[in-house]
Structures are given as structure tokens and as C-alpha cells.
């Protein structure tokens, strides 16, 4: 087996650390590896829920402000969406207080984030009655920004800058870009593409750990949005092909599938990938995919890697989810006869199990248990 796929336990990899120089103090770091794997913190499908439910209550309560005609329709929304963000700064603080097991913590920071949805809603919606899309994108940027790394709470930075992912597209899309004429359908394609490339890029480098854990939520909102602008190519691509002559989505998943190579020499150790045959295989046989496959399949595959490699099990889960959803569409939007859709699926297939059987014959890769 090679060194870099060489596996090892905590012991013993600290043990190498410490023999190369690299570690001055064993025992502090088994202590906090100790800790890290005892934390008592809620499962992931937890605080997604109590995430989800916080912003139920937000869109609640800011039905009942506009209901009751507490705030003006007219605003100003900018004066009540920094009242509310400077209370939901002081309850979150207060929670910091607490013990992290409290119901007490958990039900100030519920409602911090409650507090804080509302606050930046009614701070967007200043904006966005001045310049429609792009002024959501701009007024929820700046709003972001300022509350980013002030209010640490993961849920609001992940769907914060999921929402600032959302509002560019939005705003490519229909202001400008796209008002139906062929003209402009070019432009408009070629920046979502270029917009999905630089989102994969900063995940990648925020999930390359060359950035503090900070930044996590905010590569996770960048992989939310890659996957609204490859469902968005991968649904309405073929009409725009149609209509405009270009193909946006032979375009997308080159890309992917350039993304995907680089997480296969990243994974095989940089350089040395290069030197294996079977691996180059794997390359060429990836950029061949980016022709026929639906992009959005490329995506999955992607997240799968990278999870795998990295034991993310949210990236996993997503790649895992995102497979079988495209397949479906690739399958039903393919213009063939069933028996061809048929052929093409067992072949595909066959080439698959091909690969993986000259992989293990070769070594390059290790049994999976099952």
C-alpha cells in the first residue's frame, strides 16, 4: 500500500508525529482528541431541526409585525431590521453564559436566531424596494458581512450565505441577463456557469483546512449554491441550447468534471498521481464522463469524494442524495427509446464494475466491507 494511503490510529499517528518532529506535546493532544470524541453536542439531524424551526417562528412572527401593522409597510424596514439584529446579538450573548447541555442555552439561542431571521429580512427589504434583485443581493452581502464574525451561530452563517448563493442567481437571472430575448440568453448561461465555477473553487479552498472552521458554513453554503445553479442548467439547459445554439450544460459538466479530477490527484497525493497508469485511466475516463453524463451527476460524485476522503458525512450524505435524483432526470430527459435508455444504463454499468475490477486487480485501490 502506498504511504499516503497508509492507515493509522490516533496512538500511533501521534507517535509518528512526535518521531518526526512535528508534535512537543503528546499528551495535550490526546486530551484533546479525548474531549473532541466525548463532547455531548446534538446529532447533526437535531440542530437541523431546531434550525428549521427557528426560522418557522421567524416567518411567523414577522407575519404577525405586518398583520398587526406594528411596522409600517412604507418602513423605514432598516431602523426595525437593526433593532431586532442588536437583540438577537445581546440574547446570543447571554446564551454564551450557559451551560452547553441547558434547555436554558438552547432556547436563547433558538430564539437569538428567531430574533436575527426577522432583523435581516426587514434589513433586506429596504433594499430590495429600491433595486429588485440586485438589491437583495446587495443588502443581504452587506448585512452578511457585518454579522459573519460578530454573531457566531453556524445555522445563521450557513443560511445566510446560502441566501447571498441564492440572490446572485436570482439576480443573473432575471434582471439583465435574461429578459427572453436570444441575445442576451449567451451572456446570462455563460454567467452561471462562471458563477458555479468560482463557488466549487472557494468550497474547495475554504474545505481544504488552509482556513480556520469559521469558514466552514460558509463552504457549505458555496456547495448549496453550486447545487441550485446545476439543478438551474441541468432543468432548463436543453431549452436554452435550443433557443441560443450554445451548450451551457456540455460546458457545466466539463467543469465538474475538471473538478473532479482535481480531487482525484489530490486524493492520490498530488503529483504522483501522474505516475500510475490506471489512475490517468480514471482521468481521461472522468473527462470522457463530462460529455455524456448530466452534470448534476458529476456533482454527486464529487461530493462523495471529497466526503469520503475527508470523512465529511454531511458532503457524503449530499453527494449520496444528489445521485439518484439526477440519474432519474438524465434517464427520463434523454430523447431514446426505452430499449436504448436500456443499452446505455448497462453499459455504463459494465464499464463501471470494468474499472473497478482493474483497480483492485492492480492494487490501486482496497476491498470495501460490506
Known amino acids: 500500500m502506498p504511504e499516503y494511503q497508509a492507515q493509522y490510529t490516533i496512538p500511533g499517528l501521534l507517535a509518528r508525529l512526535q518521531s518526526e518532529g512535528q508534535l512537543e506535546d503528546r499528551e495535550k493532544a490526546s486530551e484533546f482528541i479525548r474531549k473532541l470524541h466525548t463532547r455531548d453536542d446534538p446529532p447533526l439531524y437535531l440542530r437541523a431541526l431546531i434550525g428549521f424551526g427557528a426560522f418557522i417562528s421567524s416567518l411567523f412572527l414577522l407575519g404577525f409585525l405586518f398583520a398587526s401593522d406594528l411596522i409600517d409597510e412604507d418602513g423605514p424596514f432598516i431602523i426595525w431590521g437593526l433593532g431586532f439584529i442588536g437583540v438577537a446579538f445581546g440574547l446570543w450573548k447571554r446564551s454564551r453564559k450557559e451551560d452547553d447541555a441547558s434547555f436554558l442555552k438552547t432556547f436563547l439561542t433558538v430564539l437569538s436566531f428567531t430574533w436575527m431571521a426577522v432583523g435581516k429580512t426587514l434589513f433586506v427589504l429596504e433594499f430590495s424596494e429600491e433595486a429588485d434583485e440586485w438589491g ?178 454531511l458532503l457524503t450524505a449530499v453527494g449520496g442524495l444528489l445521485i439518484p435524483v439526477f440519474l432519474f432526470h438524465w434517464y427520463y430527459d434523454m430523447d431514446l427509446t426505452l430499449t436504448e435508455k436500456s443499452v446505455v444504463l448497462i453499459g455504463s454499468g459494465l464499464a463501471m ?7 483492485c486487480r492492480g492494487g490501486a485501490s482496497e476491498e470495501v466491507d460490506a
Open 353 to 359: 464494475v470494468a474499472g473497478r475490477f482493474l483497480f
Open 136 to 313: 437583495v443581493f446587495f443588502g443581504l452581502s452587506l448585512i452578511t458581512s457585518a454579522t459573519y464574525f460578530v454573531y457566531r451561530l453556524t445555522i445563521d452563517r450557513f443560511l445566510s450565505c446560502l441566501g447571498v448563493c441564492c440572490a446572485l442567481t436570482a439576480a443573473i437571472v432575471e434582471n439583465g441577463f435574461f429578459n427572453r430575448d436570444i441575445e442576451d440568453i449567451v451572456p446570462m448561461g455563460l454567467s452561471l456557469c462562471g458563477l458555479a465555477a468560482l463557488q466549487g473553487t472557494l468550497a474547495a479552498y475554504l474545505l481544504s483546512g488552509r482556513v480556520g472552521r469559521k469558514f466552514l458554513p460558509m463552504a457549505y453554503a458555496l456547495v448549496g449554491g453550486l447545487t441550485v445553479n446545476v439543478f438551474l442548467l441541468t432543468l432548463q439547459g436543453p431549452r436554452l441550447e435550443e433557443s441560443s445554439g450554445f451548450p451551457f450544460v456540455l460546458l457545466l459538466g466539463l467543469l465538474l468534471a475538471a473538478g473532479l479530477v482535481a480531487l482525484m490527484v489530490r486524493a492520490a497525493g498530488g503529483r504522483r498521481a501522474f505516475r500510475s497508469p490506471r489512475l490517468l485511466a480514471a482521468m481521461l475516463g472522468t473527462i470522457v464522463c463530462g460529455f455524456f453524463i448530466s452534470p448534476g451527476i458529476l456533482l454527486g460524485v464529487c461530493l462523495l469524494v471529497y466526503g469520503y476522503g475527508h470523512h465529511d458525512r
